[in-house]
């Protein structure tokens, strides 16, 4: 999510609908993160059901079918192994969110809901065990889904310059790095943002 480059696309509106009968690459890390830190309780923390975290499974649940029902094809990708490279923005990232769950825990202890609420998603993890429940649910409702070797951005990036996909399904910019012909952003399951596509 480090380059915006919508001075530079070529932006064009679209409907749903105009995505009919076409294969659609989706970055599922990205659209996970943005479940598990929306759909979240009165703590912050993911939805859950008797403890269990299931704000992935809804979003997702929700989504695919969605877009199942428009004529949509989607192709879910999972991020492989990180590159060595991305090690220490990893470590960053785990630190920070270290760092969040102690203030949330301050706040819950000090009754503070208001900032667990806004705290609680900064400390949101998409575990292994979240991740084998979301390929299942694909695996339910016969989505097609496939690991990369590294960033899942730039597998989907590369299945669609090859022809394999119409487009991907994404909101970071660096998917256009990687090489991808045709982004289409806000992809929501109900429209609630107007959709766009790169070019």
Same mark, same amino acid.
């Given at each position: 999510? #480090?380059?915006? *480059?919508?001075?530079?696309?070529? +932006?064009?509106? *679209?409907?749903? &609908?105009?995505? $009919? /009968?076409?294969?659609?690459?989706?970055? @599922?890390?990205?659209?996970?993160?943005?479940?598990?830190? &929306?759909?979240?309780?009165?703590?912050?923390?993911?939805? &859950?059901?008797?403890?269990?975290? %299931?704000?992935? *499974?809804? #979003?997702? *649940?929700?989504?695919?079918?969605?877009?199942? &029902?428009?004529?949509? =094809?989607? %192709?879910?990708?999972?991020?492989?192994?990180? !590159?060595?490279?991305?090690?220490?923005?990893?470590?960053?990232?785990?630190?920070?969110?270290?760092?969040?769950? $102690?203030?949330?825990?301050?706040? +819950?202890?000090? #009754? =503070?809901?208001?900032?667990?609420?806004?705290?609680?998603?900064?400390?949101?993890?998409?575990?292994?065990?979240? @991740?084998?429940?979301?390929?299942?649910?694909?695996?339910?409702?016969?989505?097609?889904? @496939?690991?990369?070797?590294?960033?899942?951005?730039?597998?989907?990036? %590369?299945?669609?310059?090859?022809?394999?996909? #119409?487009?991907?399904? $994404?909101? =970071?910019?660096?998917?256009?790095?990687?090489?991808?012909?045709?982004?289409?952003?806000?992809?929501? $399951? !109900?429209?609630?943002?107007?959709? /766009?596509?790169?070019?």
């Amino acid at each position: 999510m #480090g380059c915006n *480059l919508r001075d530079l696309a070529v +932006i064009e509106p *679209l409907d749903m &609908s105009d995505l $009919s /009968g076409q294969r659609v690459a989706v970055d @599922v890390f990205l659209n996970a993160y943005q479940f598990i830190t &929306s759909l979240t309780g009165p703590d912050g923390k993911p939805l &859950s059901y008797n403890g269990k975290p %299931v704000a992935h *499974l809804m #979003g997702f *649940l929700d989504r695919t079918t969605v877009m199942l &029902s428009e004529g949509i =094809d989607p %192709v879910f990708v999972f991020d492989g192994r990180p !590159h060595e490279l991305k090690r220490e923005t990893l470590r960053g990232r785990k630190k920070r969110k270290q760092e969040a769950f $102690s203030r949330w825990e301050a706040a +819950i202890e000090a #009754g =503070d809901m208001a900032a667990a609420k806004k705290l609680g998603p900064q400390t949101a993890e998409y575990t292994p065990e979240m @991740v084998a429940e979301t390929k299942r649910l694909f695996e339910l409702l016969g989505a097609t889904w @496939v690991e990369a070797p590294m960033e899942a951005e730039g597998a989907a990036a %590369v299945r669609c310059a090859r022809g394999e996909v #119409g487009a991907v399904a $994404s909101q =970071d910019w660096d998917t256009l790095l990687y090489g991808a012909p045709v982004m289409v952003r806000n992809l929501t $399951s !109900h429209g609630t943002r107007r959709f /766009g596509r790169v070019l």
